[in-house]
């Protein structure tokens, strides 16, 4: 029987960040931080195997079962609703989904608004929930250039510290919800191989208490 | 019957049907369709609320049916005392998130209305193990309380939406967004601990229930009938199979009591879903007690490694002109001791065959042989 734990990262930046908190939480695999191209490391001894995707699609590889665990942004959970277990805030990669307006903006509350967003099921969840009328215009990237185009009158976007938005003279109006890195477990995984998913857990737990929520 | 030449589904549907027969419950036909109405008034039952509609040459909106409790909880009278025993194997058409789009899904399951007592609901899970270990000896079935749940939910004293909310991170195993929901929602603390230590506790009846008993909010007659169900199952050999887990969460405007969620390692979503469901037959003005389950056979399409080496076993070639009553024989000789023939002109693009031979006068020659 297969009980190798199969461990989705997030390529980029947060990866390297997790993969260490991992590492400090005894999941280790030596060979991830060797400079190459390679997308799959295992650790045999330990039964690992760890594989970097792109940071959107972790949630698709654990939902689907590729993958029995892995660490993705809520975000990314919030805007798929994945169907998994979301176990534990590793309170790293934190962020904030913000509401966001040209410094002049005024909102007219007679007008449908017009808000541009790569997180439509957000946005359209967020403005629901205040029982605004809103027109969603679906971008890829480069959202911060709708409002300045008069594509849209506001935007919906991940912040961090908030500088492309002031180098485009926009800034936050409302915090739709904070963001970080969350640890998720495939349902049936975690029957499966429920001793080791548990231990991730705690191990990982333990390195981020004290850890300002 | 010979089951040889079924497909795995095929099979696993014939196992199924036996397990349940064995047990005393009779199947249950139904149509395709049914009135749009029964639906639309039980929405929030369905997994989808999305349904294929049509209307009858009677003007009637019809559904092609996306649920199948709803009808037999429909076409059943309440009767003292006995309980009506039911399986059935039908198609549902549902949305599929995979396929984004409508699906047609084979569920088999049982259904056991009427005066559901103890030995009612213990026979129901062990089915539902049974169903299981029918598909792998490799399975799980959690099982969780829904009136432990909500009596502690209830503790925290917030509103629907913070309880819409709150059942959401139960049903994530998700113990950090659970706090800081409730206390934002200024929740008792004392509420909010045992809720957090709820989501964490999972395992094995014996070593969940004794921290069970020991939590004040938990209702004390919902944790004995979960030791009570749980000890029946162990007895029979089948409580290795069982795991306390209270993520599962069904509706509670329609599940109450016992509810419970398999899987089968190797299939990446619970392959088994069932629970009691009083409060349906209460809005469906029945009074009599309900509990059943539902066995996904779509989720395991892919789970049988069973991949077929060849398309056919033989393919007879024959030249055009060659009587139809000698290739009728030579055919029929082939294919005598069950394995299959095709017979053809030329041997078709891209078909897998076991071995080709030639039909030249009465004789059949072999001109290749691949097993």
């Known amino acids: 029987m297969n009980k190798t734990l199969n461990i989705a990262l997030p390529k980029g930046r947060l990866g390297d960040k997790v993969y260490a908190m991992f590492a400090r939480a005894g999941f280790e695999c030596p060979d991830i931080l060797e400079e190459n191209r390679k997308l799959v490391f295992e650790n045999a001894a330990l039964g690992l195997r760890y594989f970097w995707v792109k940071p959107s699609d972790v949630a698709v590889y654990v939902e689907r079962g590729a993958a029995d665990v892995g660490v993705a942004g809520k975000d990314i959970l919030l805007e798929y609703a994945p169907d998994v277990y979301e176990m534990l805030d590793l309170k790293v990669g934190k962020c904030r989904m913000c509401v966001a307006a040209p410094t002049d903006f005024r909102d007219d509350r007679r007008r449908t608004l017009r808000v541009a967003t790569k997180f439509t099921n957000i946005a359209a969840g967020y403005y629901a929930s205040l029982g605004r009328d809103i027109d969603i215009i679906h971008l890829n990237g480069s959202v911060e250039i709708a409002p300045i185009l008069g594509l849209s009158d506001v935007i919906v976007d991940i912040v961090e510290t908030g500088r492309t938005l002031r180098e485009n003279h926009l800034e936050v109006r409302e915090t739709v919800v904070p963001i970080s890195a969350r640890l998720i477990a495939n349902k049936a995984s975690y029957e499966f191989k429920r001793e080791k998913i548990d231990a991730l857990r705690a191990g990982l737990a333990r390195g981020t208490e004290g850890t300002e929520a | 019957m010979e089951t040889g030449t079924m497909k795995y589904e095929e099979r696993l549907v014939f196992a199924l049907r036996a397990l349940y027969r064995r047990f005393g419950y009779r199947q249950f036909k139904m149509r395709k ?339």
């Not at chain 2, 659970?178 to 603390?189: F, I, N, S």
């Not at chain 2, 419970?260 to 619970?270: D, R």
């Open chain 2, 33 to 371: 369709f049914e009135e749009y109405d029964l639906y639309a008034r039980n929405k929030d039952f369905l997994i989808s609320d999305n349904i294929i509609t049509f209307t009858d040459l009677n003007g009637k909106l019809m559904a092609l049916k996306p649920d199948v409790t709803l009808s037999i909880v429909r076409s059943g009278t309440d009767a003292d005392g006995g309980v009506q025993k039911v399986y059935y194997n039908e198609t549902v058409y549902r949305v599929s998130a995979a396929a984004r789009g409508f699906r047609e899904m084979a569920q088999s399951g049982v259904e056991c209305i009427g005066a559901v007592d103890d030995f009612c609901l213990a026979e129901t899970l062990m089915l539902a193990v049974e169903s299981l270990r029918t598909i792998s000896p490799d399975c799980v079935l959690d099982v969780s309380h829904l009136d432990i749940v909500s009596a502690l939910v209830d503790a925290l004293g917030v509103g629907d939406d913070v309880r819409r909310d709150v059942l959401k991170c139960i049903g994530e195993k998700n113990p950090h967004e659970l706090e800081a929901l409730c206390r934002a929602a200024g929740a008792d603390a004392g509420a909010i601990a045992d809720l957090k230590q709820l989501v964490q506790t999972s395992g094995a009846p014996a070593q969940v229930l004794p921290a069970l008993k020991a939590m004040d909010r938990a209702p004390a007659a919902a944790v004995e009938q979960l030791e009570t169900l749980t000890a029946a199952l162990d007895a029979l050999g089948l409580g290795d199979y069982l795991r306390i887990d209270f993520s599962v969460v069904g509706d509670m405007r329609y599940y109450n009591g016992v509810v419970f969620k398999g899987f089968v390692s190797g299939v990446p979503a619970g392959v088994l879903s069932g629970g009691q469901y009083d409060k349906l037959m209460r809005k469906m003005r029945r009074s009599a007690r309900a509990v059943g389950f539902a066995v996904y056979l779509d989720q395991l399409e892919r789970f049988s490694s069973e991949a077929e080496d060849y398309d056919v076993d033989t393919v007879l070639l024959y030249a055009p002109g060659t009587s139809a009553t000698a290739l009728l024989r030579a055919v029929r000789a082939l294919s005598a001791d069950g394995r299959s023939v095709t017979a053809q002109h030329t041997v078709p693009e891209k078909l897998r065959f076991r071995r080709l031979v030639r039909l030249d006068g009465d004789e059949v020659k072999i001109i290749e042989q691949n097993a």
